[in-house]
């Protein structure tokens, strides 16, 4: 088995061909705070903004659960909060984002902070430095805009899934590190064939899996209570 650190790939046992990797993540399943920086859950500020006429149409068209909660009301939530922490100086992190507009915001101002890198085409960034930091929920990486039809009900979460072009734009800024993590609230079997997938095309490399399952937050906050998990590659 290999374990997975924030900058090298190291065998911790004598099976050098197992195709197995172990990562460590933070438990998620805690509720997330701290005393560094504001916490802000996009799920929250959405939920406020629900629009209730639209909602009548999810029972014969379930993919507009995405405009139940708009992403121009999340575009707008997001730029109000990103121009609030830096123009206070107050650092904050929004978990949960789902769009790509939002991403290139964020991607502009770690360019004005020399973050990134043209060598290798990502941002490298220090996340004790920026004022604003994000997170995506695994949920929005797994399921599809086409899968509202079959799953219903059960792919009803806040912020929804968007659409196919947005989805695939957090994976880009995901290998580009300038997403800090992957929140997962619970470590399902859905989850770990999820990210065996995404290893074994390799969408996600594992190195920047660990970071954004664990080094990020660690740069971001403090230490948190970790978990292990193993994943077959």
């Known amino acids: 088995m290999k374990q997975i650190l924030k900058n090298k790939i190291i065998d911790i046992d004598s099976n050098y061909f197992d195709n197995k990797f172990l990562f460590e993540i933070y438990n998620f399943s805690k509720w997330i705070n701290s005393d560094d920086a504001k916490i802000i859950y996009m799920s929250d500020l959405l939920e406020k903004r629900k629009n209730e006429t ?45 769009l790509k507009e939002e991403v ?21 960034v220090d996340f004790k430095i920026p004022y604003i930091s994000t997170s995506v929920d695994i949920k929005n990486l797994i399921w599809r805009w086409s899968d509202y039809k079959r799953m219903w009900k059960e792919i009803f979460f806040v912020p929804p899934i968007r659409e196919a072009g947005q989805v695939k734009s957090m994976y880009k ?51 948190w209570e970790k978990i292990k998990m193993e994943i077959n590659y």
């Open 104 to 124: 290139e915001m964020l991607e502009k101002y770690y360019e004005e902070l020399w973050f990134f890198d043209e060598s290798i085409n990502c941002y490298k």
């Open 54 to 98: 639209l909602l009548e149409k999810v029972k014969v068209h379930p993919a507009m659960w995405s405009e139940v909660y708009s992403p121009s009301d999340e575009l707008e939530i997001f730029t109000e909060i990103f121009e609030n922490a830096i123009s206070k100086k107050e650092k904050t992190h929004i978990i949960w984002i789902t």
């Open 173 to 223: 800024w995901i290998n580009r590190w300038s997403i800090a993590w992957i929140y997962i609230d619970n470590i399902w079997t859905e989850e770990i064939e999820f990210l065996q997938k995404e290893l074994k095309e390799e969408h996600i490399l594992p190195l920047t899996l660990a970071k954004v399952l664990n080094y990020n937050y660690k740069d971001l906050w403090v230490e």
